[in-house]
């Protein structure tokens, strides 16, 4: 969530290199399941943990991201080595460090002293998204006490006002502000929280109550975001999850999308990172791409999502993002979370698995139903296309 930088120079110039109009890209490319799961099991580490790239940290936003990506590819083992990391990584309060390397925190940045609320959160978005996939109920009894410690860790942190705060410092202080996308990705990660308490018959009345009252917060009370620094804005994340993670939908998502299309979005390129820069990214594109289908806005959802399998390089990784000024990939760098995040997209448009809903509705499981005990999904997984090692 903390991916985007501000180095580069402003500029709004046309990009040249976009899609001509009339030629239609395949929505999936021949081989983009097996080629995406290879590079992301390329730098998963034996331990089970996905860092951004080989060499670089990883945190555990991006570690959920990069795992469910291996989940829609049919890579369950190695899905389930990244949640049992994150299970034995987790602290005795419930949350993770922003970052680690070598199977321990790293503390060598700003980011590795502290713990941000969304990445602990995410745990629980990951858990049910796998079990969802390959319904056993299980794996969500094993990694049930990682999520509740993890949700109950993130409500702590709720104000009255219903938003949450953004991080704990190093002492366990709350660092008292909160963000917008870190709250909406918080918002659906309540809502499998929920719905995983459901399924294994655990009452959590408070992480209803919860949910409800961030709802309305990231809805009716912008005033409670970017109280302590500047606005954020500027970022397209802030515009487009809300309606990504089901906290605006119907019309006010559409309404919402439709407001800042022009500033955000680069016509056969993608989606801008910032709004003052002339950079689009693959992941916040992909992202992108789910929240307009959540919106009802699938024609727009496949053609933004369709120009983006440009980036992907022969070992089957996508470069994170491209200066169009310059006709540059930049950074040079293929980041897991953000083939995680191709995988993601392609399932939201293409239905590959039972989980294929998960970023463009919002379904609350009613309690002890028989729909929440139903573990009989695998079926689903025909016609994937897999040489799968499952390693």
């Known amino acids: 969530m903390s991916r985007c930088l501000d180095s580069l120079p402003v500029d709004s110039e046309t990009p040249g290199d976009a899609v001509p109009a009339g030629h239609e890209l395949p929505l999936i490319p021949e081989g983009f399941l097996r080629s995406s799961a290879d590079?992301?099991?390329?730098?998963q580490q034996p331990d089970g943990c996905i860092p951004w790239f080989e060499g670089h940290y990883a945190d555990p936003w991006d570690h959920v991201e990069a795992a469910m990506g291996l989940s829609i590819a049919g890579e369950r083992m190695a899905a389930e080595r990244a949640y049992r990391w994150l299970a034995d990584k987790q602290l005795r309060d419930g949350s993770w460090w922003a970052a680690y390397r070598d199977g321990e925190a790293d503390r060598s940045g700003p980011s590795g002293e502290r713990r941000e609320s969304n990445f602990v959160a995410y745990v629980a978005t990951g858990v049910w998204h796998h079990y969802l996939i390959y319904g056993q109920r299980g794996f969500l009894e094993d990694h049930w006490p990682m999520v509740e410690a993890a949700l109950e860790f993130v409500l702590n942190l709720q104000s009255p006002h219903g938003e949450i705060q953004w991080a704990v410092d190093q002492k366990g202080a709350p660092m008292e502000d909160a963000l917008i996308t870190g709250c909406a990705s918080i918002y659906k990660s309540l809502e499998c929280g929920i719905n995983i308490a459901a399924v294994l018959a655990h009452a959590k009345p408070r992480w209803v109550d919860a949910r409800n009252k961030l709802g309305t917060?990231?809805?009716?009370?912008?005033?409670?975001?970017?109280?302590?620094?500047?606005?954020k804005?500027?970022?397209?994340?802030?515009?487009?999850?809300?309606?990504?993670?089901?906290?605006?939908?119907?019309?006010?998502?559409?309404?919402r999308l439709q407001t800042k299309w022009g500033e955000f979005v680069v016509p056969g390129l993608g989606c801008r990172?910032?709004?003052?820069?002339?950079w689009v990214t693959?992941?916040?594109?992909?992202?992108l791409t789910m929240a307009l289908a959540a919106?009802?806005?699938?024609?727009?959802a496949r053609t933004l999502y369709r120009g983006l399998h440009r980036w992907q390089d022969t070992d089957g990784g996508y470069w994170t993002g491209y200066v169009y000024r310059d006709s540059a990939v930049w950074p040079e760098e293929k980041t897991t979370w953000t083939v995680g995040a191709m995988l993601l997209a392609a399932d939201a448009?293409?239905?590959?698995?039972?989980?294929?809903?998960?970023?463009?509705?919002?379904t609350l499981v009613p309690p002890s139903s028989k729909a929440a005990q139903d573990a009989e999904r695998l079926h689903h997984l025909e016609g994937l296309e897999l040489a799968g090692s499952q390693r």
């Open 39 to 43: 590079y992301i099991l390329s730098q």
């Open 349 to 362: 448009l293409t239905g590959l698995t039972p989980a294929s809903k998960l970023f463009t509705s919002v």
């Open 273 to 278: 990172c910032v709004n003052d820069e002339p």
């Open 295 to 300: 919106a009802g806005e699938a024609g727009e």
């Open 217 to 231: 917060a990231l809805r009716e009370k912008p005033h409670r975001f970017d109280r302590t620094w500047e606005s």
């Open 282 to 287: 693959v992941a916040e594109s992909c992202e």
């Open 233 to 255: 804005d500027r970022f397209s994340m802030d515009w487009f999850y809300p309606v990504l993670t089901g906290a605006v939908s119907g019309e006010a998502a559409r309404i």
